[in-house]
């Protein structure tokens, strides 16, 4: 029983993760192009991995948290849910700053960078602050709807969320790269 469940509450879920990653995709191929700046190129898949690794990571927080009892899926304070949520929002930050000093000296070695070393590091952290904030809500909002519905959290939150922390992360990227250039 718990195996046709678990296909029921599934499948559905994955077709719709689907049809996202392919309109991702999409947006991906007619963001950027292989004539664009190198540095981003090479960021872009470090920072749609970070936010999707901040997004599950929180979200099995909340699942295992409303599977003990430990909280109600409600929007309510509580201590746990805004000091996991801060902590894991500022380790995603530290990540991208990382992310935007391996951009620049990547884009170093394949040639002379079109963006300077402070521009990088802004575009890293810029993009993963949006893409982060919005993600790490879109988990705990996933985890909450998906429990007060009798559904099982851990087959919903992780595949949407890092497929929409995907989406969101190329959205950001491209926003915040036409505001610094």
Request: hydrophobic letters at 55%; aromatic letters at 10%.
């Amino acid at each position: 029983m718990k195996i046709r469940r678990a296909m029921l509450e599934s499948v559905p879920v994955l077709m719709l993760v689907t049809c996202i990653s392919v309109f991702t995709g999409f947006i991906l191929n007619t963001t950027f192009s292989l004539g664009d700046i190198i540095g981003i190129l090479v960021m872009t898949p470090a920072l749609l991995s970070t936010g999707g690794n901040v997004g599950t990571s929180y979200g099995a927080r909340i699942t295992t948290s409303l599977h003990s009892g430990l909280i109600e899926p409600r929007f309510k304070r509580v201590r746990m849910i805004y000091i996991n949520f801060f902590a894991i929002y500022i380790t995603g930050i530290l990540v991208t700053v990382l992310i935007g000093f391996v951009g620049f000296f990547i884009s170093i070695l394949i040639g002379p960078p079109t963006l300077s070393l402070a521009q990088y590091i802004i575009l890293a952290v810029s993009a993963g602050a949006i893409d982060f904030i919005i993600v790490l809500f879109l988990s705990l909002s996933t985890a909450f709807i998906s429990f007060r519905h009798g559904l099982d959290p851990d087959n919903i939150v992780a595949p949407i969320v890092t497929t929409l922390a995907d989406l969101i992360g190329i959205c950001s990227i491209y926003l915040i790269l036409n505001l610094i250039i």
